[in-house]
Structure formats: structure tokens, C-alpha cells
């Protein structure tokens, strides 16, 4: 548990981050889809980049008029269409799955009484759907009903622990409710893109470029890797 103190210090922290982004990158747009929509496209995202994801939901969407068409389409159409996206076999079933599971609890294929849920009980339900995750929930949650949940992927997880706003050892999945209460209310959406958009041109994986980061004054990373090769080198 952390310390109220403590607390309020990555708080303020977040906000200055949150600040420097938006100066930095602005204010970013998204496309709004419906519920089931963005559902299907996020399973199609799993494990693959956004323009094999894209091709893949065109492919899908032109192959099929609507998602009641594909969640009754035979098995092997949906994973035929949705190739691009890999792993295709698991992401066919999953999303008929889906489809069947918001069809046979709701009477009809729509996510939208999500949006009269409390947050908690709307990422509950999401989650027990089988394949449907922490990350998968809060894309949904946040994108298409408004709610302040904080997507977790690769990006947001490396940087957030680079930037020293979430404890080390915390995993991706703690990371989504820890950063959903750090958050400045109301922007939860932009911080989210502007930490992909830094962890994807800045703070990459390998080699972050941290001498052309626009919060290298407030992130302990830099100095903290000088300090390891110092101990290394004393190693030796
Ligand atoms: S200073 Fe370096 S490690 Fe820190 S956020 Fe920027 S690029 Fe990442």
C-alpha cells in the first residue's frame, strides 16, 4: 500500500508529464468506434502491428455485411478473412466467441449498456469473456463509453516504469488500475496515446533516446544507466 505523501507526489508528477506530452504532441484525436466494433478490432491486435490489424478488419468487414454475419459465418471464413492479423486460428474463435457470449446475455450483438454501468462492473463483465483482458476492457471502456480506465500495452508499461510512476515490480496488468487512479481526471485518453507515441519514437525498447526526450528532467532512467555502467565498469 502506498503512502498518502508518496502518493500525491507521483500525482503531481503525472500531471507535469501529462503537460509536457501535450505541449510536446497535442492533443490527440481517435476515431470513436461502437462497442463490439472496437472489441473485434483489439482482438485482432493482439500480438501484431496496427496496419496488419487494419487489413485484416477491412477484410473482415468487406467479407461480411454485419457482426451478426460473422459471429454465425463458418468458423473457417473468419479466420480466412482475418489472416493478416495472425494467429489466425485463435483470433477467429475468439471473436465468434465473443459475438455468441454479448448475443446470448444481451439478446442482441451491442456493448452500449455498458456505457449505464459503473466503471467496475463494466470492466467485469468485459473480463469475463473469454480472451478479453485487462488491456482489451480498458481500450473499450475508455474509447467507447467514457469511462476512465487507463489502457496498459508494452509501451505504457516500459515507459511508466522508466519514468518511475509505478513501482518496478509492478506487472501490466496491476499497471492499468494503478495508472487509471494517477491519472488527471479527464485525460485519461491522451495521456495513454502521448505515452505510446513517446514509447514508439522516444523511449524505444533498445536504445531510448533520452537526450532528445522532452521529460528527461523528470524521469530518473538516464542517471540511473550511467550509475549501472559505472558498476559495471568496477566489476570488471
Ligand atoms: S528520459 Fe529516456 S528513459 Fe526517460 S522517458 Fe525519456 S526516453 Fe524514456
Not at 67 to 89: F, H, K, S, T, Y
Request: aromatic share 6%; proline share 7%.
Amino acid at each position: 500500500m502506498m503512502h498518502a505523501t508518496e502518493w500525491a507526489r507521483l500525482r503531481r508528477k503525472v500531471q507535469r508529464i501529462h503537460a509536457i506530452l501535450l505541449d510536446t504532441y497535442g492533443e490527440p484525436r481517435w476515431t470513436k468506434l461502437d462497442g463490439v466494433s472496437e472489441l473485434v478490432a483489439t482482438i485482432l491486435s493482439q500480438n501484431t502491428n496496427d496496419s496488419n490489424r487494419d487489413l485484416a478488419y477491412a477484410r473482415l468487414r468487406a467479407r461480411f455485411p454485419t457482426w451478426e454475419a460473422v459471429r454465425d459465418a463458418d468458423p473457417q471464413a473468419v479466420i480466412e478473412a482475418i489472416r493478416p492479423a495472425g494467429l489466425a486460428n485463435q483470433k477467429g474463435p475468439r471473436i465468434q466467441n465473443a459475438l455468441r457470449r454479448i448475443t446470448e446475455e444481451r439478446s442482441r450483438l451491442s456493448l452500449d449498456f455498458l456505457a449505464e454501468m459503473p466503471l467496475e462492473e463494466a470492466r467485469a463483465w468485459l473480463l469475463s469473456i473469454n480472451g478479453v483482458g485487462m488491456k482489451t476492457a480498458s481500450i473499450i471502456l475508455l474509447f467507447c463509453y467514457d469511462k476512465p480506465a487507463f489502457p496498459v500495452d508494452t509501451h505504457v508499461h516500459r515507459v511508466t516504469g522508466r519514468l518511475g510512476i509505478r513501482p518496478p515490480t509492478m506487472n501490466a496488468d496491476q499497471t492499468h488500475l494503478h495508472m487509471e487512479r494517477l491519472c488527471p481526471p479527464g485525460a485519461h485518453g491522451a495521456l495513454h496515446l502521448n505515452l505510446i507515441r513517446l514509447g514508439r519514437e522516444v523511449c524505444r525498447a533498445r536504445t531510448p533516446l533520452c537526450a532528445q526526450c522532452p521529460l528527461r528532467r523528470l524521469c530518473p532512467y538516464p542517471q540511473q544507466s550511467k550509475q549501472r555502467e559505472v558498476e559495471q565498469a568496477r566489476a570488471l
